[in-house]
């Protein structure tokens, strides 16, 4: 139980993203001090915001696929003859009971908040900047170029669909047991 609600509230993330913000941050004034404050301050909070957002970003879709699993993984039961049930994942846990609930209750959050609403905002981001014709600008490039910048003007949203892709294939790693169907 304590594995699936560590890897499922991913510490890992907030303390990359913290030591990368203190690291920037420190980067930032520094170079601010060494210029005299010829720069404005608002344009070094923006160099250390970018890089934090944009590495916050790919660290999302990297540990994506990962989430999913943890979060499916909290409803696949396995019944018995006897009237139990535990989990395939973690034998040692019964099915809807106190343990059980809090991973349910999690991966209820996670879910909507994260398996489904990244691919989402992926899609309502690069929708929303293309109709505001800002998609190109210098400003938006360098903190979500990373989403579409890889792929070819007209599959732009591409990497919504390898999310949705990854999705997909949680959801039949985790629910479909025999490894034939599964490698289909």
């Known amino acids: 139980l304590s594995s699936f609600c560590l890897q499922?509230?991913?510490p890992f993330i907030w303390a990359f993203n913290r030591a990368y913000v203190l690291w920037h941050c420190c980067l930032a004034l520094y170079r601010w001090a060494a210029r005299g404050q010829r720069e404005s301050?608002?344009?070094?909070?923006?160099g250390v915001r970018?890089?934090?957002?944009?590495?916050t970003i790919s660290l999302l879709i990297v540990v994506y696929h990962s989430i999913c699993i943890k979060c499916f993984q909290a409803f696949n039961c396995v019944h018995f003859p006897n009237g139990h049930s535990y989990l395939s994942s973690a034998p040692q846990v019964e099915c809807w009971t106190g343990p059980h609930w809090?991973?349910?209750s999690l991966a209820t959050i996670y879910i909507p908040a994260f398996v489904i609403g990244l691919p989402v905002a992926v899609v309502v981001v690069i929708r929303t900047k293309e109709q505001q014709a800002q998609l190109n600008t210098v400003a938006f490039h360098s903190v979500w170029g990373r989403l579409y910048s890889r792929y070819d003007p007209g599959w732009?949203?591409?990497?919504?669909?390898?999310l949705l892709r990854r999705l997909l294939l949680s959801l039949i790693a985790v629910f479909v047991s025999p490894p034939m169907l599964q490698s289909a």
């Open 102 to 104: 809090l991973m349910v």
């Open 8 to 10: 499922l509230t991913l």
């Open 156 to 162: 732009k949203w591409w990497e919504a669909v390898l």
């Open 41 to 46: 301050l608002r344009h070094v909070i923006q």
């Open 50 to 55: 970018n890089p934090v957002i944009t590495n």
